[in-house]
């Protein structure tokens, strides 16, 4: 081994250089010894760069372990971590306490893509912003090293300090750069140099094994997931229908991933619309609940985005695109949520599967462990759903044609078992179809319909005065005599003091014409007086109307007057429409072709769209005689009344309606519209 004033590389003096070259060294890795390995090369050289005069005072005992003391604490720093991000922190900090630097950074060379340039980030954050010139000479050194991959040295253009750059194995190019002073004119100025750049030289290698190491990790992952998705597509295949095949998949899926909860959802008739299908741990789904219509939103927005996407967004510019997944995050209290569209051997979407993790069963939030470790798992779970949605999806998208095919076979078979006694079995065949046919069935009209008041009460504007204020909005409960609204009275305030002035005025007139007994004039003054005196009564009048009462219990229909505050109304204006809750009518629309089969009296059920899983009977109470046109069709409006006094219906809501006409041939529930209009069409 040469000593430390001959190596290359080391002086970044000028004066050091061949011809005057600038202070930049490169030393490539091809110089170091081949006979022993880099690690011990390096330790060997920090040893030899120590004065010789301290040297004599110390064993060689004890130089080996302090740089094996320093390469073991090194190590250990660095495969604790389990993020790239967390090992740089650690490496920075361990350069800066054990060598001394002043700048850590991490370099990162432009890319391909347009606009992906190069960056330089510090890792060992100070109170003090790295000036610019400093950054780009920085950035300069450790493009050459990235470009060359080789270790480059330079000295910083006021010989404050040397700057040391050198690449990453395994980390596309990307360096470690640092900052440490030299001590100028000293003695050991080029040993202190070569130690610092050889501990960073260790620094970037224990960096390399760590990216190795995950990349180890990585890949006996991925051979896991592999294997996983062999044993999940053969149960999923071999399920004997759609149902137990989409069971399959979640509970499979929830044991594999580590999740919390799975769920799937189907796409059928090659629609995008998907519907959830299963749920981890539940044999039954609730297509009603709110917690299935959150769960498709998601499912939903991630077919939209037609990607595998996950909850909390890795980039915020994603975070917009992602609301339905944070509602369902925060809906089950979960960290983090993933969703897959899963698509068949075409292309086609045929479902989406749904991953969270991290429940939150307490009141108590969770650790920042079980975070981190919730986010991991759902990264995991990311990529295994991503590199398994063709086969998941294909083996999904199988069991739904091999279940309708069954169905086919099953008509198929019918079919050859009747063509071989032909006369026999079509004799049959018409007669349990004609004995079918004859069976009565209650005919039964279907009608949209809306609830509306029984009554209405308008509320109109007293007199002429601005609107104060509006105390009720349309929806709200009312009770009887309750304020809805209030005029302003100032005006009605400043004409009556006006006529109080008047009314004293006209008094005194009419004492002095009854004095100088002026008794025609006097009787003038006395209609004066009267005319005020009903003036001002009817201002105290309406002084006490300024406040607007219901007059009835119910509900308000209309009269929304926020907006309008301040302005003048006329007296008449209709103000609010109050109507009552006790009772409601609902009004079912009678297609023109049906009305001759319903009467009076006949009884019908209503399915609101508010409430499907309940079913409102009635009777009906009345028919109107005159035909109206309502979506584009000529109905007659009949009316039934419906008992309110849980108070859960609103006026507005629209369902369907049954009208229950009487028992009559099921073919003729059938086929007698058909035949109708065929007979209309041939003019009989």
Known sequence: MKPIGQNPGI????ASQPDGQDACQLRSPELKPKT?????ARIEDIIAAVPVATRAKETRTHYDAVAADYLAKLANAVKQPATFE???????????QSVGCQYVGWFQPAGDRIGESAKLRQLNHSATETPQALSHSLQTLANVASLKQILAVQMLPDNSACAVATPVAGADGQCLVVTFAVPNGAPNAAAVQFQKTTALELAASRLSEWLAGRKSIQASDDSRHVAALVELTSLVLSS??????????????????????????ACRHQSLKCQLAAVSGTPEVDRFSEATKIAEAVMQESIARSAASIWPAVEDSNRHALLSHKHFAEENKVTSVVACPLRNEAGDVVGCVIASFGTQVSTQPLSADDVTSARRLAEDGLRFLHAGTRSIGTAVHVVHRTTTGKISNWTSRLRKAASGQKALTA?????IITAAMLIPVDYRVTCDSELQPVSRRYVAAPFDAPLDECLVHPGDVVEAGQILARLDGRELHWEQAGIKADLGKATKEHNAYLSEQEFGDAAIARHEIDRLRNRSAMLSNRDNELDIRSPISGIVVSGDLKDTEGVPLETGQSLFEIAPLDRLVIEVAIPEEDIRHVQEGMNLSVQLDAMPSQIVAATVLRIHPKAELRDHENVFIAEAELDNSEQLLRPGMKGAAKISTGHRALGWNLFHKPVAHVTGWLGW
């Open 11 to 14: 002086d970044a003096s000028s």
């Open 36 to 40: 022993k390995s880099s690690a011990t």
């Open 86 to 96: 967390r090992a740089q922190a650690l490496v920075a900090a361990a350069l800066v």
């Open 240 to 265: 004997e229908s759609r149902k137990a095949a989409g069971q399959c998949l979640v509970d499979q899926l929830k044991q594999h991933l580590q999740a919390s909860q799975v769920l799937f959802g």
């Open 427 to 431: 004799g049959i065949i018409a007669g």
